[in-house]
């Protein structure tokens, strides 16, 4: 599985703008090929963080999703923000729930 996790550091002017094009675009990142889930939060500490997160089954789906998907409403979004976003793809091997040992 690929996460990809983009924090979002957005002035008070453009909050609202930014949140209406992420609400927007969640449904239909969600119904492209390979989408395990696709959420976006905001930090209860600084409501000026937004996180937007994605996981995609296989790098093929995701590299499709960077090329023709609704990621370029993405770009489009965060090219608004005085500041690059942060953007990190991380590659996961195995994951576990709560029901795994902790030792």
């Not at 998907?69 to 195995?94: C, D, W, Y």
């Amino acid at each position: 599985m690929i996460d990809v996790s983009i924090t979002l550091k957005v002035p008070p002017e453009k909050r609202k703008e930014i949140l209406q094009t992420l609400r927007a675009v969640l449904g239909p990142i969600r119904q492209e090929r390979g989408c395990v889930s696709c959420h976006c939060y905001i930090d209860i500490e600084a409501d000026n963080r937004i996180f937007f997160r994605e996981e995609w089954k296989i790098s093929e789906d995701l590299d499709t999703h960077l090329q023709f998907g609704h990621f370029g409403v993405l770009l489009g979004a965060m090219k608004l923000l005085p500041q690059e976003p942060e953007i990190r793809v991380n590659t996961v091997s195995s994951t576990a729930g709560a029901e795994t040992p902790t030792r």
